[in-house]
């Protein structure tokens, strides 16, 4: 079971940048890989990237080349670095375990790229 906090949402115009951060907590195999989810009204929840203990790192497509996942073990934090935003990333994102995550979802943090 995988227990997180995200924060760093917000609003922010279209090309621009922002850090999302989630602090997790949980068993050592629920935590080995961690993820960023997001869920934008009416589409299914999508895995944005992830992100192993050793730093092997994965994206979506949709995000290839303009996000970076990274994690720092000794704070139990990882982050989504998101630049050249676009209205299509709006969306709440979670954080949770990368490859079986946990039935129970955090608040998540909104996203909203608009001008």
């Not at 995988?2 to 922002?18: C, F, K, R, T």
């Not at 068993?27 to 989810?37: E, L, V």
């Amino acid at each position: 079971q995988v227990h997180v906090v995200e924060s760093g949402g917000g609003l922010v115009q279209p090309g621009g940048s922002l850090r999302l951060s989630c602090v997790f907590s949980g068993s050592i195999a629920s935590i080995y890989t961690m993820g960023w989810y997001r869920q934008a009204p009416g589409k299914q929840r999508e895995l944005v990237a992830r992100i192993t203990y050793g730093g092997n790192k994965m994206y979506a497509d949709s995000v290839k080349g303009r996000f970076t996942i990274s994690r720092d073990n000794s704070k139990n934090t990882v982050y989504l670095q998101m630049n050249s935003l676009k209205p299509e990333d709006t969306a709440a994102y979670y954080c949770n375990g990368g490859s079986t995550p946990s039935l129970y979802w955090g608040q998540g943090t909104q996203v909203t790229v608009s001008s």
